[in-house]
Every structure is written in structure tokens, then in C-alpha cells.
């Protein structure tokens, strides 16, 4: 009879406006109930924050065979990243 | 700890030359402090040694509740009781955390609940003593928590990702557990002669069951090797004894309270105490389940579960109504 | 009434029965902590738990303050007698199931809500102050408890017939909460707390509209069932108070 309530992974976006953070998961019984338990269990209810419930059943992950050739090509465009900069301390915070 | 007993291969760690070429990346990795993710390959004596451990985990936070929950309605002040709350509360949550970064190892929350309640998954042996007086609840904050604090702050780093983010998320939360246990402490033995008994008792009645905490000694410790290799588990028992034992001792004596413990000594040369010896019988007993309250504590978690059955079923019941109702207005 | 002394009796019961209401409710909703369903709805509860407990911290504190006695919220919550408190006799009833505990808590925020707000209109500042914090997290427990109530009534058959006799054991309850007594009366005419007729008014829409979705319904002509606002309770209060009250009374003047 038991059925298990399904799982869900929670994200929240904070009053800063940085973007949507996976914070856990948990379960409920659907999307609505998720919302509200991801508020009582993840924020405390924290105001001004908002929430996206994803049933953990439709995420795509990338398997870890396919590592290289997903990583491969941003591992090589250092530039990106800012340590690649050599910046004299006489800059100063940048 | 709250994972006491983790049954891991049993067999002698492999070097380097004995392993697989899969286990030698995995290794690898570990070694390199690289963080293991749930679809990356493990072996399977990794997978299930976390299983167990990380439900362990989980469960002791579950059961833990019940101990503390009985003087929620007891506390002795407004200021307490909302305290208290939010306390048990944390545990809650902490075991859901926890709960949640087992089932990335392919075993439900619902499978591990089950497990607990047919009496085949352990838990740690201090939540079957009991909660008899105000003051076993600022030990068991002060002591208890403080016993979890040092293990749980080395798991941060555990090499599995899920668990390690898990518990990096508890030890930020937990930070005022074991603070309001002391200053409950603080206030008793400033108070009544009555609350000062009080307060020399609950520590009498928790020092050894706290000092079990950390599990067999390193000797008779056969899984230790294995999940040390792995980055399951970063110090020995008997060295976050030893830890406890240090940092715990000057608290008491701030206190004005003894420690029940004849033996207890300051080693110069080593730079630590020397203490006496453990009963672990009455360990194995509680672990069997013979302590105290084992068998209360399982009834209070099967009634909860037993009890909320309809609860569960009528949410999803709710929930399937509400999908088709959906489906049918498209 | 404000008496020769400056004391204004009629805020103070005001305070009280608002403090009153959310310790008896709030001590009974701790009761669950470790005890629920779920693990998600543990958590939720005993956040309900924490506001109430805090909302009590705010009345109580301001019914020592206008009594002027040197009382504090903690000595009138662990060291007043079962007939000096003031909560409605639906807090009171025991938990039972969980289906009487989010019963009992829905039919409870289908009117604190509506009294919240409107107290935040009272001519009494610091009234005014504890409804304007306390109004926030009685929206969100109305939230939550009218949405539990819904699902579980239109669920399975085991959860809808739970609910309805939930509902049907407490209803009786609910019109103490709306109707005015003497001290509602002199505070409303005051400009301290709401006219009551207005409230109730509220309490039956919204209510009727959920107890509707919740495929619920209301016994007709049930007894209204009161006495807690004038401090004749049920038995069921003098249990809760001496679990609640043990430990104080065991140790006159000790601190904690």
C-alpha cells in the first residue's frame, strides 16, 4: 500500500541575487508540498528568498564516462578563469 | 560514534599494486583529496560501508530527538523551551540531510526506515539512557554534543561529496547545541543546592556512556583500517577520546563538578589525561539492545512511523487526484 | 476599565488571552517534535511551535508590563493557576491524532489570522506592534494548515474520514473564539481590538471555502462549546499545566 513520497532537490536564490543554489533535497508528495517543506526545512522560512523544486527523478547528470570530452574543451580556455591574469599587487583588488 | 559499529569489507587494505586499474583511479582520487560523486565508480565495499555508516548517521539523529524531546514540555522557562525546540528540531533536519545523502547510494529513505524499525540497523548507544532529570538535558548538550562536534567536524572532509556537504551543513547548525547544554550547566550550579546535586548527577550518569561515543577501542577496532584508507573516517576512536577527554575535563572543573572517574590523571609526558577503563560490556549490551531504553526508544520510532501511515498515504492520495484532475483539463 | 490604580484590566486580559492561546496551543504543538508523520512535517511543526512560543514571550511580557507587578512572561506562564488563564478551550483539547492536531490548528488560524491583522490597527502601540510581527507567521501557519486540510480531507478514504471527525470533535470549539464577551466588548469600544461580529464574519467565509475543497462539512447546530476566555477550561488543561508547570513549582525561586 505505502507508496514513498518522491524526491526532490531544492534550489534557492538568495536576497542578493546571486542565482539559484542547490542547497539538499527531501521528500513530499508533489511540487506544491515541496516548496513549502523546502521552506520550513531549508530557509526556516526566511523571507525574499525564492525556491525551485526539481523532481530528482528528471535530472539529467552527466555520466562520469563522459567527463573528459564535456570538461575538456572549457579546461582548455584558462582565460577564462581569472588567476590566468597576473595582476601586480600594486593594483590593487580587481 | 553516532556511527559506532560500521561493518566494513573486513579485509585487509589493498596496496596500490593489488588493486583493480578502476580502484587504483579511484584511489587515486581519494588520495588526492578529490571528492568521490554518486555516479562516479566506486567499489562496492566503499558503497556499502557508507551505507551503512551514513544510515547509522541518520538514525542516531532520529532517535536522538526522543531523549531531549521529553522535557520539551517540562523546560523550565519560555527562553528554554523555545531553545529546546529548535534543538530536537536541528536533529530533524540533521537526520533528513543525512537520510538524503544515503539515498544517493541507491537505498530509499523509506528502505533505511524500515531497516531501523525491524531492529536491523544500529544507532548510536547513548540515545537508549534516559533523560531522568532538567540537568541530563545540559549534559547531554554540553557532553554529547560535544562528543558528536569532535567526530563530525573531521567528516567535513570525507571523501564521499553527498556526505561530506551534508555534514558541513550540520556542523554550521549544530554550532549553539553544545554551547546551551554548558550554560544550562552554568545556571545549575550557580543555583539551589538542589540544582547543583542535579547537575553532578546527570554528569555522573553521562561521562562513561559519553566516553563510549567514539566506539571500541583502537584494538579491537577491525573496520577502521579500511574506511581510514578510504577517507571515510579521518581520526581513530580512541584518539577523539583522548581529544574529548582533554577538552572536557577543565570544563568541569569551571563548573565545580567532579568527574566520576578515580583514575583520572594529568599525564605531563604525554600532555593529556590518563582516565580509566571503559565497561564495554555494558557497551556490547546497549549496542545489542539491552540497554536502558532500546526497547522504548524503537517503540516511540514505530509508533511515529506506524501512526503517520494514513498521513503519508492521504498526501499522496491527494496528490495523484490533483495530477489527473490536471491531465484532464488539457 | 481602567481602575483608580492605572490598571487597565481590560488590555490586560487582552494580552493575556493572546499569550494564553499561543502557549497552550504552542506547548501542545512541541509535543510532536520527534512524534511526526515525517521527517519534512516534524520540522514544519515545530516551527509553528517556535512562533507560538515566541508570540508568547511578546503578550505575556506585555500583560506583566500593564499589570505592573513585577511579573514576568515566565512567571505567568509556569506559576499562574489553571483558572486565571485565558486561552480558548480548542487549544486545550489534547493532540489525539495527527488529523485533531492540524484540525485543531487550521480552525485556530482561521481566526488569528483575521485578529492579528486587525489588532494591528489597535489603539494601543504596543498591541499594535506584537499583531504587526505576529500577523507574518500567522499567515503562513493558516498557509499551511488550510493546504494540510484540503489534501488530507480530499485524499484517501483513511485520511478524509480522520479529518471529518477531527472536525467534527472540535468544531464545537470554534465559535468561543467570535463571541464577544464583556472584555471584547470594552475593548473593541476602545479602539484595542476588533469588533468581534467583524471577525466572525471572515472566520465562516473562509472557512466554509476550505472545509468545501476538503470535501469536509461542519456539524449543523452543534453547541458552541466556552468558558476558557473567563478561565473555566476544560479538564484536559490542568494536565497540560502540570507537566508544563512541574518544574518551577518543585523549585520555588530557583533560575534556569
Redesign the interface.
Known amino acids: 500500500m505505502s507508496r514513498e513520497w518522491p524526491l526532490w532537490e531544492v534550489f534557492i536564490r538568495g536576497q542578493h541575487g546571486l542565482s539559484h543554489r542547490h542547497v539538499g533535497s527531501l521528500h513530499a508528495p508533489d511540487a506544491e508540498m515541496a516548496i513549502n517543506n523546502a521552506r520550513d526545512v531549508y530557509t526556516r522560512r526566511n523571507e525574499g528568498v525564492s525556491i525551485w523544486v526539481v523532481k530528482a527523478d528528471d535530472i539529467t547528470a552527466s555520466s562520469p564516462g563522459d567527463k573528459e570530452p564535456l570538461f575538456e574543451p572549457s579546461n582548455s580556455k584558462v582565460y577564462r578563469h581569472p588567476t590566468f591574469f597576473d595582476i601586480p599587487d600594486e593594483v590593487g583588488q580587481m | 560514534m553516532y556511527a559506532q559499529e560500521v561493518k566494513s569489507t573486513g579485509k585487509a587494505v589493498k596496496s596500490l599494486e593489488e588493486m583493480t586499474p578502476e580502484e587504483r583511479v579511484f584511489q587515486t582520487r581519494i588520495d588526492a583529496d578529490i571528492k568521490i560523486e554518486p555516479k562516479d565508480w566506486m567499489p562496492e565495499g566503499y558503497r556499502k560501508t557508507l551505507v551503512r555508516q551514513i544510515s547509522q548517521h541518520a538514525h542516531s539523529e532520529i532517535v536522538g530527538q526522543l531523549p531531549e524531546g521529553n522535557w520539551i514540555t517540562r523546560a523550565p522557562t519560555l527562553d528554554r523551551k523555545a531553545i529546546l525546540l529548535a534543538k530536537v528540531q536541528d536533529e530533524a533536519g540533521h537526520g533528513l540531510y543525512l537520510y538524503c545523502a544515503a539515498e544517493t547510494l541507491g537505498v530509499s529513505r523509506d528502505q533505511m526506515t524500515e531497516q531501523l524499525l525491524a531492529g536491523k540497523a544500529k544507532y548510536s548507544s547513548i540515545f537508549n539512557y534516559p533523560t531522568l532529570t532538567w540537568a541530563d538535558i545540559g549534559a547531554i548538550g554540553w557532553l554529547v554534543d560535544g562528543a558528536a562536534i569532535m567526530n563530525q567536524v573531521p567528516l567535513q572532509r570525507c571523501s564521499y561529496g553527498p556526505y561530506s556537504r551534508a555534514m558541513i551543513r550540520i556542523c554550521k547548525e549544530e554550532s549553539f547545541h553544545q554551547r546551551q547544554g554548558y550554560d544550562i550547566m552554568m545556571k545549575l550550579v550557580k543555583g539551589t543546592p538542589e540544582q547543583k546535586a542535579m547537575a553532578q548527577d546527570a554528569l555522573n550518569r553521562w561521562w562513561q556512556p559519553s566516553l563510549m561515543m567514539f566506539g571500541p577501542p583502537d584494538a579491537d577496532s577491525i573496520h577502521s583500517a579500511q574506511s581510514m584508507a578510504w577517507g571515510i573516517k579521518q581520526n581513530s576512536n580512541d584518539e577523539l577520546r583522548q581529544k574529548f577527554v582533554d577538552q572536557t575535563v577543565p570544563q568541569a572543573t569551571y563548573l565545580g563538578l567532579t568527574v566520576p572517574d578515580p583514575d583520572l590523571k594529568w599525564n605531563e609526558e604525554k600532555g593529556g589525561y590518563d582516565f580509566g577503563e571503559i565497561d564495554w560490556n555494558e557497551f556490547f549490551e546497549v549496542l545489542k539492545g539491552n540497554g536502558p531504553c532500546n526497547k522504548e526508544r524503537m517503540e516511540a520510532r514505530r509508533k511515529a512511523w506506524d501512526d503517520g501511515a494514513w498521513f503519508r498515504d492521504g498526501l499522496m492520495a491527494h496528490a495523484e487526484k490533483r495530477a489527473a484532475r490536471k491531465i484532464a483539463a488539457e | 476599565m481602567t481602575a483608580d490604580d492605572g490598571f487597565d484590566e481590560t488590555l490586560f486580559e487582552l494580552a493575556l488571552r493572546m499569550g494564553d492561546n499561543a ?1 497552550i496551543l504552542g ?1 501542545r504543538v ?2 510532536w ?12 511543526m ?2 509553528v ?2 512562533d507560538l ?2 508570540q ?2 511578546l503578550w ?1 511580557g506585555l500583560a506583566g508590563e500593564i499589570e505592573g507587578k513585577g511579573r514576568s ?2 512567571d505567568l ?2 506559576l499562574r493557576a489553571d483558572r486565571a488563564f485565558r486561552n480558548c478551550l480548542l487549544v486545550e483539547q489534547p493532540n489525539v ?3 485533531h492536531t492540524l484540525m485543531r490548528q487550521y480552525l485556530f488560524d482561521a481566526w488569528h489570522l483575521p485578529m492579528l491583522t486587525a489588532l494591528k490597527q489597535s489603539a494601543e502601540p504596543r498591541v499594535a506592534e506584537i499583531a504587526e510581527k505576529s500577523a ?1 507567521e500567522a499567515a ?1 501557519h493558516l ?2 494548515s488550510s ?2 486540510v ?3 480531507g ?3 478514504v ?3 474520514e ?1 479529518m471529518q471527525a477531527a472536525l467534527n470533535a472540535l468544531w464545537p470549539f470554534t465559535g468561543e473564539f467570535v463571541a464577544p464577551d464583556d472584555v471584547d466588548k470594552a475593548a473593541a469600544s476602545r479602539g484595542l481590538g476588533p469588533d468581534l461580529s467583524a471577525i466572525a464574519e471572515r472566520y465562516n467565509e473562509t472557512t466554509a471555502a476550505v472545509l468545501r475543497d476538503a470535501t469536509l462539512s461542519a456539524p449543523a447546530d452543534a453547541p458552541v462549546r466556552k468558558g476558557g476566555k473567563e478561565g473555566l477550561h476544560s479538564e484536559h488543561l490542568g494536565y497540560l499545566l502540570s ?2 508547570q ?3 513549582r518543585s ?1 520555588p525561586g ?3
Request: glycine share 8%; with cysteine.
Open positions: 502557549l506547548q512541541s509535543a517534535c520527534g512524534h511526526a508523520p515525517v521527517l519534512e512535517e516534524d520540522i514544519a515545530a516551527n511551535g517556535l512560543i515566541g508568547t514571550k505575556l512572561a515566565d506562564a509556569f491524532d495527527y488529523a507574518k503562513y498557509e499551511r493546504d494540510l484540503i489534501r488530507l480530499d485524499g484517501s483513511e485520511s478524509h480522520r507537566e508544563m512541574w518544574l518551577q523549585h530557583a533560575q534556569w
